[in-house]
């Protein structure tokens, strides 16, 4: 951003003359079902990358707030920034994945995500065997598990190096952080959708309603970039759980996956798992040829 005054009023002006009025209005139109919840001050906030740390810590505070009232939990909701020199990837051995959907029901529940609509940023793909074709995956599959000639693939966001996702967002509400996590700033998102059209991983959620989470089901731990309840209208995604994994923690999907089909850490050290697998495992990318440069690997044992 190279105004340090520039507001969400401001962003949308810009939109509205860059995009085209037909355009624009497509754009915003989501906007339109969720600006009656918004106060003044919420619809002023400055961008994310240009909040000083009092404003960043007044918009944590009424966070917390707007969440006990909403949903009559008490919460903690702080702002974890990237450490410097680490640069986070992550690898799945798909030889070992039996397809348990355990990493997806961990996302949902650490994530903070809408319990009527079960939603993860996870799916885990019933492809079959020598075929690596998306398309053909089944992540719909109701059988017991792991199925006869069958391997499983979860998907979730990429955190691209390239991330086309990014290069579409008509406001910048989207982003890659120094360690490689894509980000979102909820509270900039004007909802437009294009950032889920851009990406070829299908790994970005909208919420189109208004999170239904009980009170005692809601994770109190909470990050402002990452797990805290979104609200109606706005785009989400994968973080790699940065509330977590910027303390030294594991991703909640890693920790819940039965098999150890998941390794996550520091590609900048050189004496990490990660960096042991991408030195020794004959690792690939999805969609190599599209050029998004992902931080997500996948990898067979044979």
Same mark, same amino acid.
């Given at each position: 951003?190279?105004?340090?005054?520039?507001?969400?009023?401001?962003?949308?002006?810009?939109?509205?003359? !860059?995009?085209?009025?037909?355009?624009?209005?497509?754009?915003?139109? @989501?906007?339109?079902?969720?600006?009656?919840?918004?106060?003044?001050?919420?619809?002023?906030? *400055?961008?994310?990358?240009?909040? !000083?740390?009092?404003?960043?810590?007044?918009?944590?505070?009424?966070?917390?707030? /707007? !969440?006990?009232?909403?949903?009559?939990?008490? #919460?903690?909701?702080?702002?974890?920034?990237?450490? $410097?020199?680490?640069?986070?990837?992550?690898?799945?051995?798909?030889? #070992?994945?039996?397809?348990?959907? *355990?990493?997806?029901?961990?996302?949902? *529940?650490?994530?903070?995500?809408?319990?009527?609509?079960?939603?993860?940023?996870?799916?885990?793909?019933?492809?079959? +065997?020598?075929?690596?074709?998306?398309?053909?995956?089944?992540? !719909?599959?109701?059988?017991?598990?792991?199925?006869?000639?069958?391997?499983?693939? @979860?998907?979730?966001?990429?955190?691209?190096?390239?991330?086309?996702?990014?290069?579409?967002?008509? #406001?910048?509400?989207? =982003?890659?952080?120094?360690?490689?996590?894509?980000?979102?700033?909820?509270? =900039?998102?004007?909802?437009?959708?294009?950032?889920?059209?851009?990406?070829?991983?299908?790994?970005?959620?909208?919420?189109?309603?208004? $999170?239904?989470?009980?009170?005692?089901?809601?994770?109190?731990?909470?990050?402002?970039?990452?797990? /805290?309840?979104?609200?109606? %209208?706005? +785009?989400?995604?994968?973080?790699?759980?940065?509330?977590?994994?910027? *303390?030294?923690?594991? @991703?909640?999907?890693?920790?819940?996956?039965?098999? %150890?089909?998941?390794?996550? %850490?520091? +590609?900048?050290?050189?004496?990490?798992?990660?960096?042991?697998?991408?030195?020794?495992?004959? #690792?690939?990318?999805?969609?190599?040829?599209?050029?998004?440069?992902?931080?997500?690997?996948?990898?067979?044992?044979?």
């Amino acid at each position: 951003m190279s105004n340090p005054e520039i507001s969400r009023r401001t962003a949308l002006k810009v939109a509205g003359a !860059t995009l085209g009025a037909a355009a624009f209005a497509r754009a915003v139109a @989501p906007l339109t079902q969720w600006t009656q919840d918004l106060s003044v001050d919420e619809f002023l906030q *400055k961008h994310y990358q240009e909040m !000083t740390p009092s404003e960043m810590e007044r918009v944590l505070r009424r966070i917390e707030a /707007r !969440t006990l009232k909403d949903y009559g939990a008490m #919460v903690q909701v702080e702002d974890v920034r990237p450490t $410097p020199g680490v640069e986070f990837g992550y690898a799945l051995n798909l030889s #070992v994945c039996i397809g348990c959907r *355990k990493c997806a029901e961990a996302c949902h *529940k650490e994530n903070n995500h809408d319990r009527a609509t079960n939603n993860s940023y996870i799916r885990v793909l019933e492809m079959k +065997m020598g075929s690596l074709d998306l398309a053909e995956g089944d992540a !719909t599959y109701d059988h017991p598990v792991p199925a006869k000639d069958k391997f499983y693939m @979860p998907v979730q966001c990429q955190q691209c190096d390239n991330p086309p996702c990014v290069n579409v967002c008509p #406001v910048e509400a989207t =982003w890659k952080e120094s360690d490689g996590i894509v980000v979102v700033d909820y509270d =900039w998102c004007i909802g437009c959708r294009y950032c889920e059209a851009a990406c070829p991983y299908h790994a970005r959620r909208f919420n189109w309603t208004k $999170p239904e989470i009980p009170a005692a089901e809601i994770n109190p731990n909470q990050s402002y970039l990452s797990n /805290r309840v979104r609200p109606k %209208g706005v +785009m989400e995604k994968c973080t790699f759980c940065l509330h977590r994994t910027r *303390k030294g923690r594991l @991703p909640a999907c890693l920790e819940a996956c039965p098999t %150890g089909a998941r390794v996550f %850490g520091n +590609m900048a050290d050189p004496h990490s798992e990660i960096r042991w697998v991408l030195e020794n495992k004959r #690792v690939f990318v999805l969609k190599e040829d599209l050029g998004t440069e992902p931080r997500f690997f996948y990898f067979f044992d044979k």
